[in-house]
Nanobody, 115 residues
Framework: QVQLVESGGGLVQAGGSLRLSCAASVSIFTLYTTGWFRQAPGKQRELVTSITSGGLTNYADSVKGRFTISRDNGRNMVFLQMNSLKPEDTAVYYC?????????WGQGTRVTVSS
């Protein structure tokens, strides 16, 4: 079974940066599309960004130019670099992979951006 573990969340002031990491228990990121999702209090979970097995990336309009998704194939890790953070970026961030038997989720990491 695939396990995903996120890390790197925390409290940051508006305008600051954080780098989230997602580690997989198996080499899966190069095979399937990986996404970072987030869920703010009282809101639905939304897709922030994704990267395909071939390395094509996609971003939500709200984070374009501020967030960057990347991948380290050798370490089975995916990263989310978040710059120019805004209070509205406050959420629990989840890593997910669309694997062969469904979507696998991590447990999430909380990001809080203070104004």
């Amino acid at each position: 079974q695939v396990q995903l573990v996120e890390s790197g969340g925390g409290l940051v002031q508006a305008g600051g940066s954080l780098r989230l990491s997602c580690a997989a228990s198996v080499s899966i990121f190069t095979l399937y599309t990986t996404g970072w999702f987030r869920q703010a209090p009282g809101k639905q979970r939304e897709l922030v960004t994704s990267i395909t097995s071939g390395g094509l990336t996609n971003y939500a309009d709200s984070v374009k130019g501020r967030f960057t998704i990347s991948r380290d194939n050798g370490r089975n890790m995916v990263f989310l670099q978040m710059n120019s953070l805004k209070p509205e970026d406050t959420a629990v961030y989840y890593c997910a992979v669309d694997g062969p038997t469904g979507r696998y989720w991590g447990q999430g990491t909380r990001v809080t951006v203070s104004s």
